[in-house]
């Protein structure tokens, strides 16, 4: 490995690798609808970079004690997987160059993600990206979601690297917050939303999408 700053690199999945938030939206709207109510985009984007636990709580909150929760999250898992399965997971640009890049330098790489373990695996070996990750982290296999660090001390411990020597990707503010509190380093490629003026202030920096991810370590590694 190259005397770089970082060890391993932590990345999150959804809207970070895969360009599921959108589509988690639309299946989650149509679903709502289907069961009589408004898919609000407002109580979706709080929900982004959370547990589903977290999730269903804040579902509970805004749609009142008697909302259909278990149907309409079956209902939506049944529009989102007709789609991955159709088409496969939409990929965010840069995702494949950059792990190349990753691998071409002997960098070690890790899912961090509040999707549960079975959502990970399966859309890892949908876009057949399974074999190129060392290691992943789930939020169903810690105690607390982001914005606590567990995920990423998680990922961290099965990589086998101290945190402070990880960079984490992410898009989403509890995200972000995480990568803090565990002693990361992390990099913010918004998706959905910018990044809150907090979330910004603990980045090293804010890039547009993941190509430019892979030339700001490059320029590092030149260094």
């Not at 636990?53 to 997987?81: C, K, M, Q, V």
């Not at 070690?108 to 990970?120: C, D, H, L, N």
């Not at 998680?154 to 101290?162: M, P, S």
């Amino acid at each position: 490995m190259r005397d770089i700053a970082y060890a391993a690199v932590l990345f999150d999945m959804d809207g970070l690798m895969f360009d599921t938030e959108r589509l988690i939206l639309r299946a989650w709207q149509r679903a709502m609808a289907d069961f009589g109510y408004a898919g609000s985009e407002e109580v979706f984007l709080a929900s982004v970079g959370t547990t589903v636990e977290s999730t269903n709580r804040l579902l509970r909150a805004a749609y009142g004690p008697d909302f259909a929760l278990e149907a309409t999250n079956e209902r939506t898992g049944e529009y989102i997987w007709q789609e991955v399965d159709a088409h496969g997971p939409p990929l965010k640009p840069g995702l494949l160059a950059l792990l190349d890049y990753l691998e071409a330098i002997g960098i070690p790489k890790a899912v961090a993600s509040s999707s549960e373990r079975a959502t990970i695996d399966r859309l890892l070996a949908a876009a057949g990206l399974a074999q190129r990750f060392a290691a992943s982290a789930a939020g169903d296999e810690v105690a607390r979601g982001k914005p606590a660090p567990d995920i990423f001390l998680l990922a961290a411990q099965r990589l086998g690297v101290e945190p402070a020597r990880c960079l984490v990707l992410e898009d989403s503010n509890p995200g972000a917050q995480a990568a803090h509190a565990a002693g990361m380093a992390v990099i913010v490629v918004p998706d959905l939303t910018p990044p809150s003026a907090e979330a910004a202030a603990l980045a090293a920096a804010i890039l547009p999408d993941l190509h430019a991810v892979q030339t700001w370590l490059a320029q590092r590694d030149a260094s």
